[in-house]
């Protein structure tokens, strides 16, 4: 009896320790700028040093938010952003806050954010995770963007 009672407490308590501890999560992903508001990456697309970027997450059931963290890109326009807590069943989103170009401030509704996942309860070992890059629109389409987006269509067919 007692060692049944053992294994079950070690069935239920190593996988909440394994849980607690460990490194940071750490978060990884590009802002770009969408010179042809095009809504995706093109060759066009420059990369936004000093756009900001926040990892929010949210409770599922009420959509309250539980985590806000902050950071601002690099000379790349990559940003590496370290999540301390393992937030197990919450909504965690990378979402675009700024950017520090005056014709290029507009977030593309469809890449404004990209979700994450920061649980470790999900048979994922790497605390690296990246997020999808997430984009800017240019006030103005760029010149020669029309002629692209063609060639990119006569690929696609």
Do not use: W
Request: with cysteine.
């Amino acid at each position: 009896m007692t060692t049944k009672l053992l294994l079950l407490l070690a069935l239920c308590v190593l996988p909440a320790l394994v849980n607690a501890g460990g490194e940071p999560f750490r978060i990884v992903g590009k802002v770009y700028c969408d010179a042809c508001r095009a809504g995706f990456e093109t060759s066009k697309c420059s990369y936004i040093p000093g756009a900001r970027v926040e990892i929010k997450c949210y409770d599922r059931t009420t959509l309250s938010l539980k985590f806000s963290v902050g950071e601002v890109t690099d000379s790349t326009g990559t940003y590496d952003i370290l999540v301390e807590d393992d937030h197990q069943d919450q909504i965690c989103y990378a979402t675009l806050v700024s950017s520090p170009i005056p014709s290029c401030r507009n977030a593309d509704p469809g890449r404004n954010k990209a979700t994450v996942i920061l649980t470790r309860s999900n048979g994922v070992i790497s605390n690296l995770h990246y997020a999808n890059a997430m984009g800017f629109l240019q006030d103005e389409a760029a010149a020669g963007c029309q002629e692209l987006l063609q060639k990119l269509l006569q690929d696609d067919a």
